[in-house]
């Protein structure tokens, strides 16, 4: 069935370094969410692509939607420890009922 | 104000028994899901809801069974409990299903 693979599902780095987590569906996606989840806590909705080859910013959070919309990254430069959680892509496939999130990837930092 | 409140937040309970989860969102939103969430954090859909209607029903146990009075709650009822069942489940809503979705904090569901 359809999935969307997310690598890598770890990732530890020290205060400063830079981040990357990547996501990958079968199928076209129509659009993808990215969500962070602290520990202990909630997911929280980050941000939205849907157009193809798309790239957003939040501050030091980069977001990119490839052009065949099978593909998404999550860029964080000079990682701190408040951005330690689980993030996690969400794809919807086209004309889909429902958002098919990937296993996320956790990040610790070190200071 | 919560936008999407779930009670309660800790179920302890033994094997076999029934317990419920109950779910509501003050957004105004169409949508709501039912998602369990296990030790490795994978998060996975079992139900999704729209107006009222059952539009995802995934490969969950007959032993749950969701319930939504109206479109601002979504209940989880499960049946004679398994040890398998111990999870973190999020009840969660949105505007439609291409839409962001808000989550609830959690309930953490452990059998004994």
């Known amino acids: 069935g359809q999935q969307v693979m997310q690598i890598p599902q770890y990732q530890h780095v020290q205060e400063g370094e830079d981040f990357t987590t990547y996501c990958n569906s079968s199928t076209t996606l129509s659009n993808i969410q990215w969500y962070k989840q602290r520990p202990g806590g909630h997911p929280v909705f980050l941000i939205q692509?849907?157009?193809?080859?798309e790239v957003k910013k939040q501050k030091r959070l980069t977001f990119q939607f490839g052009e065949a919309k099978k593909n998404s990254s999550l860029h964080i430069t000079a990682t701190q420890t408040t951005d330690v959680g689980t993030y996690f892509c969400?794809?919807?496939?086209?004309?889909?009922?429902?958002?098919?999130f990937g296993k996320g990837t956790t990040l610790s930092v070190s200071s | 104000d919560t936008a999407v409140s779930q009670t309660p937040k800790y179920l302890v309970t033994q094997m076999g028994n029934d317990k419920s989860i109950k779910c509501e969102q003050n957004l105004g939103h169409d949508t709501m899901y039912w998602y369990k969430q296990d030790s490795k954090k994978f998060l996975k859909i079992m139900f999704s809801y729209n107006n009222k209607e059952l539009i995802i029903n995934e490969t969950v146990p007959n032993r749950f069974s969701p319930k939504s009075p109206d479109k601002a709650h979504l209940n989880l009822h499960i049946n004679s409990l398994e040890l398998g069942d111990s999870a973190v489940y999020f009840c969660?809503?949105?505007?439609?299903?291409?839409?962001?979705?808000?989550f609830g904090d959690g309930t953490r569901l452990s059998i004994l």
């Open positions: 692509l849907v157009k193809s080859g």
């Open positions: 969660a809503s949105s505007q439609g299903v291409n839409q962001p979705q808000h």
């Open positions: 969400a794809g919807l496939r086209q004309a889909g009922t429902a958002l098919i």
